[in-house]
């Protein structure tokens, strides 16, 4: 599969890409390296993506919200239930075994449950509040 690989990174981290990951070599034309960008248009990002790699346990939980397939970089995640609804796969940092997990959750359904809500727990308060208050 050959696919755009769009890497918001930090300054630091694109310097040593550069310098020591790929040294003499071309950086890949499919491979974005893009300065970090805000929260809002990471999830329009997310949203658009057909899959999302990531570290971060606050990017499984919106890629699950929003119903784009993720693989997590770690062996294990502060977020299973992202793992139990089918949304992410754990693949740790082999680059065979993260090739393997995003060919499987790209096959996937994406037909999970939200395990993290249906968005109405401000009415839910509010209404609580005004019967108690």
Same mark, same amino acid.
């Given at each position: 599969?050959? /696919? !755009?690989?769009?890497?918001?990174?930090?300054?630091?981290?694109?310097?040593?890409?550069?310098?020591?990951?790929?040294?003499?070599?071309?950086?890949?034309?499919?491979?974005?390296?893009?300065?970090? *960008?805000?929260?809002? $248009?990471? *999830?329009?990002? $997310?949203?658009?993506?057909?899959?999302?790699?990531?570290?971060?346990?606050?990017?499984?939980?919106?890629? /699950?919200?929003? !119903?784009?397939? /993720?693989?997590?970089?770690?062996?294990?995640?502060?977020?299973? $239930?992202?793992?139990?609804?089918?949304?992410?796969?754990?693949?740790?940092?082999?680059?065979?075994? *993260?090739?393997? /997990?995003?060919?499987?959750?790209?096959?996937? $359904?994406?037909?999970? *449950?939200?395990?993290?809500?249906?968005?109405?727990?401000?009415?839910?308060?509010?209404?609580?509040?005004? !019967?108690?208050?």
């Amino acid at each position: 599969m050959h /696919c !755009k690989i769009f890497f918001p990174v930090h300054p630091r981290t694109r310097n040593y890409l550069i310098n020591y990951a790929f040294l003499d070599k071309k950086v890949p034309d499919n491979l974005i390296l893009n300065d970090p *960008i805000s929260y809002n $248009e990471m *999830i329009v990002l $997310e949203k658009s993506a057909r899959v999302i790699i990531t570290d971060s346990g606050g990017v499984q939980e919106e890629t /699950c919200i929003l !119903k784009r397939p /993720c693989v997590t970089l770690r062996d294990n995640t502060e977020r299973p $239930e992202t793992i139990e609804v089918g949304s992410n796969i754990l693949s740790g940092v082999e680059p065979e075994k *993260i090739i393997d /997990c995003v060919n499987i959750i790209i096959d996937r $359904e994406k037909n999970w *449950i939200n395990p993290f809500g249906n968005g109405d727990s401000s009415k839910k308060i509010i209404d609580i509040l005004e !019967k108690n208050l």
